[in-house]
């Protein structure tokens, strides 16, 4: 599967898993709350923030029950191009997820380097058109899908000639259970698609499991992690549920780059340098039972597989066994080819 070219990274099974930073609705509208937040994403050393960008007359009813908060969220078009500025300069990749069509004309302008589709405009045609011909990266939500939806969006973008496609499993439930993660769909959906994975996690913020169900998705072929983080949970503020303080998040981050590590390769590989040391000193090789005199035919009873210096190994003693020894040989002493005729 071909690598993804973000902004100055990729996105690949070679390559670090990219981490993206879910400010989502954190900031409540204010410029100061938001702005803070992009520092806190660069600290922890993400390489993306993710920006919801929506114009609340054209994304939802009136008579929504969210409708009030939409409308509390919005920045202008100036505060929006301070925020891209922002976590420019503090080199984190920008991810829009446009919730309109309106709203796709912003992260353009900002040069957004990537697009989020949320699961729920997957049957939004015009929307998955408009992101779509743009040939950005697109993370594609599959949270609460049905295979349908998934599988039309999918059609749509690369209809545009568009390839360049993650698609990211996981919901918000405020917060999601632990049973509704289901980590092993990601291998199914990278089978099914033969696209690249990611896991946009949603547990409990207060949990343990916080940082443990997100790094169970490395092994579970996710390239990609989304985690939402918040300026503090005592707080509360919107979508504190999931969210990590950022001390929490710097630390999960820190510890991903060493938990990825830990999958390797599949199949055989090459000894690394530790394993060749470890096994000179625990492999078992073929030593004396007894003192053996020259000339004496060895059997099997004047043979031990012990720890020992590395020698033959125990493999090969039906080699050993039968031959005549060119040499004295001690009790325990390693039986060495040398030694025998």
């Keep these: 599967m071909e690598d993804i070219r973000i902004g100055n990274k990729k996105i690949g099974e070679r390559h670090p898993t990219f981490v ?14 938001a702005k803070k937040m992009i520092k806190i994403a660069a600290d922890a050393n993400a390489d993306a923030i993710k920006f919801h960008i929506e114009s609340t007359e054209d994304y ?4 929504h029950e969210d409708y009030r908060i939409s ?3 919005q920045f202008t078009k100036k505060e929006w191009k301070e925020l891209f500025q922002l976590a420019g ?8 997820m446009p919730n309109d069509v309106p709203s796709v004309q912003i992260a353009k302008e900002n040069k957004s380097d990537g697009y989020y589709i949320h699961s729920a405009n997957l049957s939004d045609e015009p929307l998955v058109k408009e992101i779509a011909k743009l040939r950005k990266p697109i993370f594609v939500g599959t949270g609460a899908s049905s295979l349908k939806e998934i599988e039309k969006a999918i059609k749509m973008i690369k209809s545009f000639g568009n390839k360049k496609i993650i698609l990211m499993h996981g919901f918000q439930a405020y ?3 632990i049973g ?8 199914w959906l990278k089978e099914k698609f033969n696209l ?12 343990e499991l916080c940082t443990i169900v997100p790094l169970l998705s490395v092994p579970y072929e996710a390239v990609v992690l989304e985690k939402h983080f918040t300026i503090d949970r005592k707080l509360k503020l919107i979508d504190y549920q999931s969210a990590m303080n950022p001390d929490e998040f710097k630390k999960f981050i820190k510890n991903l780059r060493l938990v990825e590590k830990a999958p390797g390769l599949y199949g055989p590989h090459k000894l690394s340098k530790d394993e060749l040391k470890y096994r000179k000193l625990v492999k078992k090789s073929i030593v004396a039972k007894r003192d053996i005199k020259k000339g004496e035919k060895i059997t099997e009873g004047m043979v031990a597989f012990k720890r020992s210096k590395p020698g033959i190994s125990p493999l090969e003693a039906d080699r050993v066994i039968g031959r005549i020894t060119k040499t004295n040989i001690k009790k325990n002493e390693n039986i060495e080819w040398r030694m025998l005729k």
Excluded: W, Y
């Design 196 to 207: 690249h994975v990611g896991f946009a996690d949603h547990v409990d913020g207060e949990s």
């Design 71 to 73: 409308k509390k969220l």
């Design 175 to 177: 917060p999601t259970k």
């Design 60 to 63: 939802i009813v009136p008579q």
């Design 180 to 187: 509704d993660t289901h980590l092993r769909f990601l291998k």
């Design 89 to 96: 300069k503090n080199k984190l990749l920008k991810i829009s």
């Design 20 to 33: 993206i930073a879910e400010m989502a609705c954190g900031h409540e509208g204010k410029l100061d709350l």
